[in-house]
């Protein structure tokens, strides 16, 4: 897959129409008269893990919550432009949030499980909600999407522990699973590792490698060794601006924009 | 009298130097005056209420018969009056008040919200006294309208007098919304923000997020409200005794005059004789243990629910 997409130039269009999942037209985002996120283009093909990267307040957390219509919660915030899903605008006439959001999942940067549920009614709040109540649905579901978060071995002794029981990587691996559990199409996570110690970071990174296989992945991280590490694309964001968009490898190792070098060489940030 | 929410442990302060030992020392000494002073309470009830007990046994707790005339002083018809009005009072208040912390904090805009919080909390500081005044002028005649007409609907005789069980109920449950309300309007404030955003982004509504994310997390706080508005409920005196109807049997349907443990003592005391002086010591001594026990149990109840991780 790398390969393939290193053939194809443009940053913009480094992803061929046919695969992408999720595109951005010319999406602004205000917070009252302040643009926080200005204009932005850009696509993310299935299966891939794709990256967020940019010095603090330029505008990655703003992006990423437009994806799942977590705007729609702030007062005097204001999303223009189109985010497409499979073609589909996401802010269309009638189209329901409610149902965004289950369709697009999201990891936080603090872990923030429900702390007075187990660890089987966290992973089940989602489709609890969604109105599963046969018992064996439930069980089979929160198996899989905690042996999908890397947590099964860890907790299938005591799932009915409280959530708030674990360790912080534990229980940002019990928000991964928790959110799999509704099983969304993309899933995106707003550095979801900043809170870890560099052992649960480790995990919850090769973890990514496998949930690629199931969901189309966007991660915000300020950690560039994590976004060449474990993103397929990057993008770079400035003030607001989208400044480039590319292959990961091949932005780490030939960025276009002067501000992309001085950023990943360190020079500021 | 009125149960306290406990707040979470602190870290003890280091003591590296001198004035912070006077300091502690003072604190020290302060709240063991406290302690001391709760016990001396318990023992000087316990003492004046003795001949009560002695005469009566075990009866003075499970016997119906209060008949200052003849000289019998059975207390259950009050500690039943106690129970029924303040249990009453809070089944009624406790949907209201955390619907409306739910309003103020959840679905108000904040230009409404601000109010009628300050609404509510004013609610809390009015003085007894007063709530007994507008159930006699308010709370009375519009029972008294009710119970007209449900005499006109059922044709069971009952006279229109407004006085009872049904207004110490109504009057207390007005009395503890505010409190209940404000109380979980402030936990419910202190849910984390990133509570509902676990929720919402798995595809919550709006009630759901309230169901998931912030109810079971504010639970131990609203109890907590609830507790101290069961204190209050339990202990509260003037404004009962205003409306209750003050007789000493245990009422037989819900418009039936009656009488609590708080409003026998409060309406006796003044002329009391001999031989009811020690039985209402007496009942004040049981309002004393009844209010402990509440207090244990919400202790009990409140860490039990407090969320794992956050106490
Ligand atoms: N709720 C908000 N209201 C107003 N301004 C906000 C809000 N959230 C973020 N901002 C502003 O928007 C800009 C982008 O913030 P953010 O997306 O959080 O940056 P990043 O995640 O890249 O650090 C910042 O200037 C920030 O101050
Ligand atoms: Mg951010």
Redesign the pocket.
């Known amino acids: 897959m790398e390969n393939q997409m290193k053939l194809t130039p443009p940053p913009q269009s480094v992803i061929s129409t046919a695969a992408v999942r999720l595109e951005s037209q010319s999406v602004s985002?205000f917070?009252?008269e302040?643009e926080?996120?200005k204009n932005v283009d850009v696509s993310f093909k299935s299966n891939t893990v794709n990256a967020?990267i940019?010095?603090?307040?330029?505008?990655?957390?703003?992006?990423?919550?437009a994806i799942n219509r977590m705007h729609d919660l702030?007062p005097?915030?204001r999303v223009t432009g189109k985010i497409m899903l499979d073609g589909n605008d996401l802010y269309g006439d009638g189209i329901d949030p409610v149902d965004v959001r289950r369709r697009i999942g999201m990891v936080f940067q603090k872990p923030n499980p429900f702390p007075t549920m187990s660890i089987y009614d966290n992973v089940a709040a989602g489709l609890k909600l969604a109105g599963e109540r046969n018992k064996q649905k439930l069980d089979e579901v929160v198996e899989r999407s905690l042996r999908g978060g890397a947590l099964w071995d860890e907790v299938k002794d005591r799932l009915k522990a409280p959530g708030s029981s674990l360790s912080g990587g534990q229980q940002q691996r019990l928000c991964i699973a928790r959110a799999l559990a509704v099983d969304p199409e993309i899933l995106l996570m707003?550095?979801p590792t900043s809170a870890l110690d560099p052992q649960s970071t480790s995990r919850i990174e090769d973890l990514m490698e496998t949930l690629k296989q199931q969901v189309t992945i966007v991660i915000?991280t300020?950690n560039m060794q994590q976004a060449s590490r474990v993103s397929d694309t990057t993008s770079f964001?400035y003030?607001?601006d989208l400044v480039e968009h590319g292959v990961t490898s091949e932005m780490f190792t030939n960025p276009k924009d002067k501000r992309t070098e001085d950023y990943i060489t360190g020079r500021f940030g | 009298m009125t149960p306290t929410i406990p707040t979470p442990p602190r870290r003890s302060f280091g003591m590296n130097s001198g004035s912070d030992n006077v300091f502690r020392n003072i604190i020290i000494g302060l709240s063991s005056l406290v302690l001391v002073a709760t016990v001396l309470y318990g023992f000087v009830l316990i003492v004046g209420g003795l001949p009560a007990f002695q005469r009566e046994g075990i009866g003075f707790l499970f016997g119906l018969n209060w008949d200052p005339g003849k000289g019998i002083y059975q207390a259950l018809p009050f500690i039943a009056g106690t129970f029924f009005t303040a249990f009453g009072a809070l089944l009624l208040a406790v949907p209201l008040s955390v619907a409306a912390a739910l309003f103020i904090s959840e679905y108000a805009p904040r230009w409404l919200a601000g109010p009628v919080g300050s609404a509510i909390e004013l609610l809390a500081a009015i003085p007894s006294v007063v709530y007994g005044l507008w159930g006699i002028f308010v709370l009375i005649p519009a029972v008294r309208v009710f119970q007209v007409w449900f005499v006109s609907v059922t044709g069971v005789p009952w006279p229109p007098t407004g006085t009872g069980l049904m207004s110490a109920v109504l009057i207390l449950a007005v009395m503890v919304i505010p409190f209940i309300c404000a109380i979980s309007r402030d936990v419910i404030t202190l849910v984390p923000n990133d509570q509902r955003e676990a929720a919402y982004a798995l595809g919550a509504t709006k009630w759901e997020v309230i169901r998931f994310g912030i109810l079971p997390y504010a639970r131990a706080g609203i109890l907590g409200g609830v507790i101290l508005g069961l204190g209050r409920a339990i202990g509260e005196t003037l404004a009962v005794t205003m409306v209750i109807g003050n007789a000493n049997v245990i009422a037989s349907t819900p418009f039936s005059s009656t009488a609590t443990m708080s409003s026998i003592i409060a309406s006796n005391f003044g002329e009391a004789n001999e031989t009811l002086r020690p039985a209402l010591i007496a009942i004040g001594f049981m309002l004393l243990v009844f209010s402990v026990i509440v207090n244990v149990i919400a202790r009990i109840v409140i860490t039990r629910l407090t969320p794992v991780g956050t106490r």
């Open positions: 985002i917070y009252g302040k926080a996120v967020l940019g010095p603090s307040g330029c505008g990655k957390t703003t992006f990423l919550r702030t005097g915030a707003d550095e915000v300020h964001f003030v607001g």
